[in-house]
């Protein structure tokens, strides 16, 4: 089973720093798909990025960037110039491609508080 | 814009109530998950359903059942409630299809509903 690891609790920066928030995943596959979910105090989670594996390329969503090492299955999340509406609960998230469903697995989340 | 709405907010329940927590999307999706939240475990599955009238048992779906008589409403039973079931559960939809096929996989998700059992 893949299992996901998000091995910062809590972090805390200064607004306009960049931040950068650890996950690594254990597979045994090849194909899947990567994620990075926030949920904002009181709100709801929202999609922020996303990463193919097949794909070299670390994704980029203007202030947001990933890191996907596949061999060493890490799959970081960096934000640049921090906001204060960047503060919430980031969850990082393991899908496997196959026919139905698509399940995902999710980290434990890391506690993300930009300070003014 | 895709709307996931969970019918109660807050919830305060005795133990071995039967509890029924509601969810509704608006978008035709045809695949919805049931999660829990606990701090420190992050989200985990309990029950999905890829189409009318079918369920799957996620990681977690002990003292757990489902419904799912109509595309748009997924309904999460707890049928005799417990203490350890205090928890925000949260309901997420997501078209259905390969993630292969070009769809982003990404999964709306409700307010969630905040339950403590007493």
């Known amino acids: 089973a893949q299992t996901v690891t998000q091995s910062q609790p809590e972090m805390s920066v200064q607004e306009a720093e960049t931040v950068t928030l650890s996950c690594t995943y254990d597979?045994?596959?090849?194909?899947?798909?990567l994620f990075w979910y926030k949920q904002p105090p009181s709100r709801q989670m929202i999609l922020v990025i996303r990463?193919?594996?097949?794909?070299?390329q670390n994704a980029t969503e203007n202030r947001f960037s990933v890191n996907f090492q596949k061999a060493a299955k890490s799959f970081s999340l960096k934000i640049s110039d921090s906001q204060l509406g960047d503060t919430a609960m980031y969850f990082c998230a393991f899908m496997k491609p196959y026919q139905g469903a698509q399940k995902l697995v999710f980290g434990q989340g890391t506690r993300l508080t930009i300070n003014p | 814009d895709v709307k996931v709405t969970q019918s109660s907010r807050y919830l305060v329940k005795r133990t071995g109530e039967k509890v029924f927590l509601e969810c509704v999307q608006d978008m035709d999706h045809e695949n919805m998950f049931w999660y829990r939240q606990d701090p420190g475990l992050g989200l985990r599955l309990i029950y999905f359903?890829?189409?009318?009238?079918?369920?799957e048992k996620g990681d977690i779906p002990e003292g757990y059942s489902v419904s799912r008589e109509k595309k748009e409403r997924f309904s999460l039973i707890l049928e005799s409630a417990s203490t350890n079931q205090t928890s925000m559960y949260l309901c997420?939809?997501?078209?259905?299809?390969?993630?292969?096929?070009?769809?982003?996989?990404?999964?709306?998700f409700g307010e969630g509903s905040r339950l403590t059992v007493l």
């Open positions: 997420a939809s997501r078209m259905g299809g390969f993630a292969s096929t070009g769809l982003t996989g990404e999964l709306f």
């Open positions: 597979t045994s596959e090849s194909n899947y798909y």
């Open positions: 990463q193919e594996a097949y794909k070299q």
């Open positions: 359903s890829y189409d009318v009238k079918m369920k």
